[in-house]
């Protein structure tokens, strides 16, 4: 049949559950501070990546705004050079013949 518990073992066995219970508590307690603190380390790289990450989209869009440049550039001078260099063959073909 069921064991008499004396008064102190009791007693004893309750604060040990409790000094346990207290210890992992603690344990917990501390690994939520890391983890947190992990966290804030976390959001603030993930914070500076976008910046970043800003800074090259800003840089993209000048990029591409100088090549939209240069390339209305090209567009522009083609014809006359086409025509200088079909100008100078023609001189040239001329001279052989």
Not at 1 to 19: C, G, L, N, Q, Y
Request: aromatic share 6%.
């Amino acid at each position: 049949m069921a064991e008499k518990i004396s008064d102190d073992k009791f007693k004893a066995d309750v604060i040990r559950f409790i000094e346990v219970a207290n210890q992992k508590f603690d344990g917990l307690i501390a690994d939520v501070r890391t983890n947190a603190f992990k966290l804030d380390r976390l959001e603030n790289g993930i914070n500076q990546v976008a910046e970043k990450l800003d800074s090259v989209a800003s840089d993209v869009k000048s990029l591409s705004g100088q090549f939209t440049d240069v390339a209305g550039m090209v567009i522009r001078d083609h014809p006359p050079r086409i025509e200088r260099l079909e100008e100078r063959t023609d001189v040239l073909e001329s001279e052989v013949h």
